[in-house]
């Protein structure tokens, strides 16, 4: 008969013995990650900077264990990161999803910024802090962080810096639904440029965020008729800001359910640029969508996935980055539901949303809507439930939130 208090005894011994090796383990572990983190101050140049990053992100398991040790290491006094460390730090956060600890190494870096009084990196900080409060949707606190800038004094290029800081402020007061402030604070800057362009086209972009579409057309059209008349500008200059204003008030023609003014604006587009796929996609999707030429429709979204595929080949994509738009295979999945030819479209939805840039509102509730015509009930209905939680990026996505209850509903009667 076996000593039961021996071979518990044994127990104990191997147990602690597995413990403390797990600890020392992980106490190296630790040592090592706050080595790594500690060399990010060393690092200088644009060039480095931007590898840095891009590695980095590619290992994102262990860069989200760094990420973690330095949060807690930067809240040391003093904390022990220099600017580039810091920018670095909330660079990988945020393209990580890790929002929050971009935000905190975003603010560290701002202050490091300031402290040494960059206008370079004070400006490089805010451009990638404002864009993170605005994912956020965090409107009110990149307001005030706009409008400390503006009352900044550090040196004359700043303070040419800062009617680009004004117009991120605008844009903010917007998305608040400050909207009188915001027309105000335009209108004034369109006064100061006079017979400019840039300003105006500020101007349409508000109108449209208050959901004045007219009003935002007839900016966005005085826009390109001011591009035209600017001789400062070189041409090549001038076709692009054309080219995105034109492409911008497509969108609005579409929230106006105005769609021939949409496809012209897009089909100007494509003359000057046939193998552009955004352009093609879009054509395709606003068509279909509306149940307008779906044949033309789908030759259009299938070029933009073939002509996607040949620019992937013409630049260094990494292997996992080699993938079709998920975008563009939802518009293939939506113009062939709309031909009726549920098993592909099914196909290519399926195939959207396992990129993460397809897990989008309307993609998931486009695959719902596939799974009803194809009978698979439980399916849709779990897809609807699941998108109700998403966040949503924009006022259509509102819009088809509400949509997609009354859908829910009717299903689970």
């Given at each position: 008969m076996l000593d039961s208090r021996r071979l518990v005894g044994g127990f104990i011994a191997i147990f602690v013995a597995v413990l403390f090796a797990n600890v020392a383990a992980a106490a190296d572990d630790e040592a090592d990650?706050?080595?790594?983190?500690?060399?990010?101050?060393?690092?200088?140049?644009?060039?480095?900077?931007a590898g840095t990053i891009k590695e980095m992100v590619k290992d994102a398991e262990n860069s989200k264990k760094l990420l973690k040790l330095a949060a807690t290491m930067a809240q040391q006094k003093p904390q022990p990161f220099q600017y580039n460390a810091t920018y670095i730090l909330a660079r990988v956060a945020r393209d990580l999803k890790?929002?929050?600890?971009?935000?905190?190494?975003?603010?560290?870096?701002?202050?490091?910024?300031?402290?040494?009084?960059?206008?370079?990196?004070?400006?490089?900080?805010?451009?990638?802090?404002?864009?993170?409060?605005?994912?956020?949707?965090?409107f009110d606190e990149a307001e005030k962080i706009?409008?400390?800038?503006?009352?900044?004094?550090?040196?004359?290029?700043?303070?040419?810096?800062?009617?680009?800081?004004?117009?991120?402020?605008?844009q903010f007061k917007a998305k608040q639904g400050k909207i009188e402030e915001a027309t105000r604070l335009t209108e004034n800057l369109i006064k100061l440029d006079e017979g400019g362009w840039y300003f105006v086209r500020l101007k349409a972009w508000v109108l449209h965020e208050a959901g004045k579409y007219k009003e935002s057309v007839d900016a966005y059209l005085d826009t390109?008729?001011?591009?035209?008349?600017?001789?400062?500008?070189?041409?090549?200059?001038?076709?692009?800001?054309?080219?995105?204003?034109?492409?911008?008030?497509?969108s609005v023609f579409v929230d106006m359910n105005e769609i021939d003014k949409a496809a012209e604006q897009l089909q100007m587009l494509l003359k000057k640029k046939p193998d552009y796929p955004t352009y093609n996609n879009d054509l395709g999707y606003i068509w279909a969508d509306h149940d307008m030429k779906l044949e033309e429709s789908e030759k259009l979204i299938r070029k933009a996935i073939d002509d996607d595929r040949k620019q992937r080949k013409t630049v260094s994509v990494p292997p996992e980055e080699d993938k079709d738009n998920a975008a563009y295979l939802d518009s293939l999945g939506w113009v062939?539901?709309?031909?009726?030819?549920?098993?592909?479209?099914?196909?290519?939805?399926?195939?959207?949303?396992?990129?993460?840039?397809?897990?989008h509102i309307e993609i998931f509730d486009h695959l719902a809507d596939v799974h009803m015509a194809l009978g698979e009930k439980s399916e849709a209905i779990a897809i609807w439930k699941k998108t109700l939680d998403l966040e949503p990026a924009n006022k259509r996505d509102l819009k088809r939130l509400d949509e997609i209850r009354k859908k829910l509903k009717a299903a689970q009667k």
């Open positions: 990650l706050k080595e790594k983190a500690l060399k990010l101050n060393s690092i200088t140049g644009d060039d480095t900077v890790e929002l929050d600890t971009a935000n905190t190494f975003f603010t560290i870096s701002a202050q490091l910024a300031l402290n040494v009084r960059s206008t370079k990196k004070l400006l490089e900080t805010f451009d990638g802090r404002i864009s993170l409060l605005y994912e956020m949707k965090k706009c409008q400390e800038l503006l009352d900044l004094e550090i040196d004359p290029k700043f303070a040419e810096a800062k009617l680009f800081v004004l117009e991120q402020m605008i390109i008729k001011l591009l035209g008349e600017n001789k400062r500008m070189k041409a090549d200059e001038k076709e692009r800001w054309e080219e995105r204003t034109r492409y911008i008030l497509s062939l539901f709309k031909k009726k030819q549920y098993p592909e479209a099914k196909k290519h939805l399926l195939e959207a949303v396992k990129d993460k840039d397809g897990q």
